[in-house]
């Protein structure tokens, strides 16, 4: 059985630093200009440089995004930037021009074919091929076209296993432009899909009835495909997460239940865990769970009656990393809320990126305790922290 890639996303340093230390094989970032997620943080030039740096010591990859539209005054810029990526040697760049794609291939990078490609057929994946080195599959796609799409083509096939899923084709959308001229095909898109609608049928007399009053008729719920993961792993060459607007605490989640589940596949123990896998998954921002258009083909689900975030667990700031003692493994941590023994706490932070603990034992000035709050107080750690990282709780809602 084929072991795809697993490719994170990272909208800044800490994120990409989280997806190695959980398994990804590969992260996706954009720079400042030309990402499809311009409200994201995303790099500065300098920060792609250490990223892949910090990528090649750990044999990991660093892909740039580099998929908006360009237009006719942005050309320049864009050519600078495939310039840039060729002179740091990132892995790849994930492009949506053809014209751009020839150009990188020439500079002698690698090319991903973006999902704003639109590709929904061998021919056009044979097509893009002459550019590029994987093509990044339509969103729209269903399981079986894309075991016929696997028997054509020798390229490599990625597609999405887990993240938002999108009302547009491929995300291919105007109404963010139409509505609020903030345009969604270069990375500006402010998310209507995503607000309470009316829907009203109007009648040719002037007389009308309301069909559905403040319902998210446009937002589809999360793609979640960790029940269907050997399924995934006979046709697809690389499982991408989506999420470059998320937080390293997503990041360090998802990347880790996607390793371990592509890991239990090939080591039979996949079903036994997939329990646990759903459980986990419930604990990071979704909108509820679907399987997108892998068993369709029409629709994916929709999630009418709620806004955002189902998930009954959120992160609440409690506090931050003041020392670290690496002889023994504590993190003197100053708290402005309470945090007990048992609790489940996030620490986040650029270099360590985001690591999840159980607090099994707690000490002031010496003794041990079972609670704490507006103090510092010793934390014993797994893991290694630094001073300045900040400190979650990772709080179950009415728990």
């Not at 492009?95 to 074919?113: C, N, P, Q, R, S």
């Not at 109404?175 to 607000?195: I, K, M, T, V």
């Not at 993961?229 to 997503?250: S, T, W």
């Not at 990393?321 to 048992?342: F, M």
Request: proline letters at 2%.
């Amino acid at each position: 059985m084929n072991k795809p890639e697993l490719l994170a996303p990272a909208n800044d340093l800490t994120c990409l630093v989280t997806a190695f230390k959980y398994g990804a094989d590969s992260v996706y970032c954009g720079l400042k200009e030309f990402s499809m997620r311009a409200n994201a943080k995303n790099f500065t030039r300098e920060e792609l440089k250490e990223g892949v740096k910090i990528a090649r010591d750990l044999n990991k990859k660093v892909y740039l995004c580099l998929n908006t539209v360009i237009y006719e005054d942005e050309v320049d810029k864009a050519l600078n930037i495939l310039d840039f990526a060729n002179s740091i040697e990132v892995d790849a760049v994930i492009l949506t021009d053809i014209a751009l794609m020839e150009i990188a291939k020439d500079l002698g990078l690698k090319v991903h074919a973006s999902v704003q490609c639109n590709i929904t057929n061998s021919l056009l994946a044979k097509y893009y091929s002459r550019y590029a080195n994987r093509i990044i599959l339509s969103r729209e796609l269903n399981l079986e076209q894309i075991k016929e799409i696997r028997n054509k083509v020798d390229v490599e096939l990625e597609g999405f296993v887990h993240g938002a899923l999108c009302v547009a084709i491929s995300g291919r959308c105007f109404l963010s432009s139409y509505l609020f001229n903030r345009h969604a095909n270069c990375g500006d898109c402010l998310q209507p899909c995503r607000r309470r609608w009316k829907l009203i049928n109007e009648h040719f007399d002037g007389t009308y009835e309301l069909v559905c009053e403040g319902k998210y008729l446009l937002s589809p719920k999360d793609l979640c495909m960790i029940e269907h993961i050997p399924q995934l792993m006979d046709v697809l060459d690389a499982f991408k997460i989506e999420g470059r607007a998320k937080n390293a605490d997503y990041v360090m989640r998802v990347t880790k239940v996607y390793r371990e589940a592509i890991d239990s596949v090939l080591d039979n123990t996949y079903y036994d865990k997939l329990e646990y896998f759903k459980k986990e998954l419930s604990k990071v921002y979704n909108r509820g769970y679907d399987t997108g258009f892998y068993f369709r083909r029409k629709k994916p689900d929709f999630q009418y009656d709620k806004e955002g975030n189902v998930s009954k667990y959120r992160k609440v700031e409690i506090g931050r990393v003041v020392n670290y003692y690496k002889k023994i493994g504590v993190a003197e941590i100053e708290l402005w809320n309470e945090l007990k023994v048992g609790d489940t706490i996030l620490i986040i932070g650029k270099t360590t990126g985001c690591v999840e603990e159980t607090v099994k034992e707690m000490q002031i000035n010496h003794k041990f305790v079972e609670r704490a709050n507006k103090t510092r107080v010793g934390v014993k750690l797994n893991n290694r922290v630094r001073e300045g990282d900040k400190v979650y709780l990772l709080k179950k809602l009415g728990g």
